[in-house]
């Protein structure tokens, strides 16, 4: 079975640009998160989606906004990107019940100068 | 609110060495605990997990149990190899909630030398 795929790995934008980042869940996987992870502040959780619908979000300012698509393929939007957007952005896909264990793209590494 | 806190690394051992790192949390409720690691360049793989109060989850040599009383979930290998070396994570899930958000510690980078 294929892993969570994250497309591109690589990305360097300039300050005030948007991005988009996706992500495409193992089969069968109707949940996607993403993560944001940084020197400074570690792993944070960004959103999750589920079955086209955000179930949770965290502590992020309205620039970082997602979506789910009914192949359970997600992708993220960072607008007016700012220089502390830099970061590692990891998406993790499950089954979608509480607790269940998530599995971990190898991640988008953003750049912004 | 919920937090994972870990022990501040780096932790550095000789291979053959015991190894343990230290995580206490503070959550609603009865969350699920995890240990992930990364590899330098990687993404994270869950190592262990537990889902109730005194489960103890293991692979690869890797154990930590689940204590309520101590709201602790500290992982131990008996003997490390330079293989471990990577960046460990202990996050938790809140199941009190529907989703399944990880609230992640800081991460304590192992380095095991031969």
């Known amino acids: 079975k294929a892993g969570v795929t994250q497309t591109p790995r690589y990305l360097i934008k300039t300050r005030g640009q948007q991005v988009t980042l996706s992500c495409s869940p193992i089969?069968?996987?109707?949940?996607v998160s993403w993560y944001q992870q940084t020197p400074g502040q570690g792993l944070q959780f960004l959103f999750e989606?589920?079955?086209?619908?955000?179930?949770n979000k965290g502590n992020f300012p309205g620039r970082f906004s997602g979506r789910q698509f009914s192949n359970s393929r997600s992708e993220m939007n960072v607008s007016t990107l700012e220089l502390g957007d830099s970061a590692l952005y990891l998406c993790?896909?499950?089954?979608?019940?509480?607790?269940?264990?998530?599995?971990f793209g190898p991640g988008t590494r953003l750049t912004v100068t | 609110g919920n937090s994972v806190t870990q022990m501040e690394g780096p932790v550095t051992l000789s291979e053959e060495a015991f190894l343990t790192i230290n995580c206490t949390y503070t959550?609603?409720?009865?969350?699920?605990l995890f240990w992930y690691v990364q590899y330098p360049g990687e993404g994270l793989q869950l190592l262990l997990k537990?889902?109730?109060?005194?489960d103890k989850g293991s692979n690869k040599g890797f154990e930590a149990t689940y204590r309520k009383e101590t709201t602790s979930f500290h992982l131990e290998k008996g003997s490390v190899q330079v293989s471990d070396s990577a960046v460990y994570f202990c996050?938790?899930?809140?199941?009190?909630?529907?989703?399944?958000?990880?609230?992640f510690g800081k991460g304590t980078t192992l380095s095991v030398s031969s």
């Open positions: 993790a896909s499950n089954l979608g019940a509480s607790g269940s264990e998530q599995y």
């Open positions: 089969s069968g996987h109707r949940s």
């Open positions: 989606y589920f079955s086209e619908t955000q179930r």
């Open positions: 959550a609603t409720g009865y969350p699920s």
């Open positions: 537990a889902t109730k109060a005194d």
């Open positions: 996050a938790l899930s809140p199941n009190y909630q529907a989703g399944t958000a990880l609230i």
